[in-house]
């Protein structure tokens, strides 16, 4: 079945490092993939997505390509702050049987230092 | 004021009792879900409904039922609560997207239940 792996966490960066938040996934056909992130004691938000092979997602100085060859949506950010310290979700949508469920990584929690 | 909204916010209960968690949201969504968040597990599908007539089990259902009184409200039970059932419970809404499945997702700020 579709499943998605990230990254052990907790992330631990000092702010202005570059940031890289692995994900891979498993799916048949031909998933959109998702990154929510979870700031503390709240609800998770959608931060990027991507809903084909090559597209690049970007927000808030975040980045991700769909790399269908490695089956990989890697978060990116040049820059971190201190703001950015929350827990970030990567997830699939099974784009063939219209149902929107989401399938979930297991979450890496970055933390980001002064 | 918050699109999707959930009550209670925490909840202390003891096992064997009957729990309700409510979900109300204002985005004039159809899809509506409930998922449970577990350190290292990330959220898992409870249940999702598609309409009011239209509801369906997700991957842990177990132990767990709904009610979809309406377009925006959507209730998750525990007929009996036992203790592994202690987590942070998520509600969420979508529209359908733009044929291929891609919704995006709008959660509320959560439950947080412990069961004793």
């Known amino acids: 079945g579709n499943s998605v792996t990230q990254m052990e966490g907790p992330v631990t960066l000092s702010e202005e490092a570059f940031l890289t938040i692995n994900c891979t996934y498993t799916a048949t056909g031909y998933p959109s993939l998702f990154w929510y992130v979870q700031y503390p004691g709240e609800g998770l938000q959608l931060l990027l997505k991507a809903t084909k092979a090559d597209d690049k997602g970007s927000n808030k100085g975040f980045e991700a390509t769909y790399r269908k060859e490695t089956t990989s949506f890697h978060l990116e950010k040049g820059s971190v702050q201190v703001s950015d310290s929350a827990v970030y979700f990567c997830?699939?949508?099974?784009?063939?049987?219209?149902?929107?469920?989401?399938?979930f990584g297991q979450g890496t929690t970055l933390q980001v230092k002064p | 004021d918050a699109d999707v909204t959930q009550t209670p916010r925490n909840r202390i209960t003891k096992t064997g009792k009957r729990i309700m968690l409510e979900c109300s949201q204002t985005?004039?969504?159809?899809?509506m879900y409930w998922y449970r968040q577990d350190p290292g597990l990330g959220l898992r599908l409870i249940y999702y409904s598609f309409d009011v007539k239209d509801i369906n089990k997700g991957e842990i259902s177990d132990g767990y039922s709904v009610s979809r009184q309406a377009q925006a409200k959507f209730s998750l039970s525990l007929e009996s609560a036992i203790p592994n059932q202690t987590a942070l419970y998520f509600c969420a809404t979508s529209a359908p997207g733009d044929g291929r499945g891609v919704d995006t997702q709008y959660f509320g700020p959560g439950t947080r239940l412990t069961v004793l």
């Open positions: 997830a699939l949508s099974d784009g063939s049987s219209n149902t929107g469920k989401l399938i």
């Open positions: 985005k004039g969504h159809d899809r």
